[in-house]
């Protein structure tokens, strides 16, 4: 194994996923061959339904893929055991929260929990390690808060400091610039683009801010009806991938600025 090797954090290789019902097999999308590195942002782009959280779902063990293979560090996917799963990779999903009750801190203090014994007593490093993840993601002033007084935008940063709590090689975000305005998006993934290069840690997130991924990602998966291409935003505007996302009659890609403008 080659030194640039070693630090593949995640290997998807020769990936099918989809769903599968007694004797039906929908496949949503295959083929898919890609490697993330360590201190990565990695964007996940493509349009609505074509298998973007299927993709991620599968990636964090939510699901079972058809077929192929996923590692983690050198270890498949499949073979992990719950407890060393929960070390190596934190998600962060679109569901609602169910703890909103919880002060910001015992939130963030949930990501603890591979760590913890089962009454979940919290030792110095956990509160060490909690109170680095407020930090980082400047929500310190917020710790004593309940969530449910949150902003969309204050209880995402909540969000991705307990997946950084968990204190894991790789964070999985599925669409975590939802339903903020155009500010908080790009504050939310100049936060992520951060993070990964800060701290090491491999960030791999969905959106459909395909412009900001595009200015912020080391790396990006694009995945399209017939395709999913893997590479940095330059190599995949030079590959014309963008252009080809979707129909042509009312957007258009524009290589030159990376972004796309509706056609007058
Ligand atoms: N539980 C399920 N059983 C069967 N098919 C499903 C299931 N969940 C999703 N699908 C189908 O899988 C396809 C991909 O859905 P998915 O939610 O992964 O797309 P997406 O790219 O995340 O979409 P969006 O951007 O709209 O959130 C869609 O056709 C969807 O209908």
Redesign the pocket.
């Known amino acids: 194994m080659s030194s640039k090797e070693n630090h593949i954090v995640l290997t998807s290789e020769d990936l099918s996923i989809g ?1 599968a019902k007694s004797d039906k097999q ?1 496949i ?1 999308a295959n083929g898919l061959n890609f490697k993330l590195q360590k201190g990565q942002l990695v964007g996940l782009v ?10 991620l779902r599968s990636l964090s063990k939510i699901q079972p893929q058809l077929s192929g293979k996923i590692y983690i560090n050198s270890s498949e996917l499949s073979q992990l055991s719950n407890e060393d799963l929960a070390k190596s990779l934190s998600i962060v999903l679109t569901e609602p929260l169910q703890s909103k009750h919880l002060t910001v801190f015992e939130l963030v203090a949930l990501g603890r929990h591979p760590y913890t014994n089962w009454i979940g007593k919290l030792n110095d490093t956990d509160i060490e390690k909690i109170n680095e993840a407020l930090r980082v993601t400047n929500i310190l002033d917020l710790a004593t808060k309940v969530c449910a007084e949150l902003s969309d935008g204050q209880l995402q940063k909540v969000m991705i400091a307990r997946a950084l709590a968990q204190d894991t090689d790789l964070i999985i975000l599925d ?1 975590p610039t939802t339903h903020l305005d155009m500010y908080h998006k790009a504050y939310i993934l100049k936060l992520l683009q951060k993070l990964a290069h800060d701290t090491g840690k491999t960030i791999l997130f ?1 959106s ?1 801010e395909i412009d900001l991924a595009i200015q912020l990602c080391d790396q990006m998966i694009v ?1 399209s009806k017939n395709d999913c291409a893997f590479g940095s935003p330059c190599e995949l505007i030079e590959q014309g991938v963008f252009e080809q996302l979707f129909p042509k009659d009312l957007i258009a890609f524009n290589k030159d600025t990376g972004s796309f403008k509706v056609n007058k």
């Open positions: 769903y929908t949503i493509g349009g609505n339904g074509i298998g973007k959280s299927t993709l669409e969905s459909h995945m």
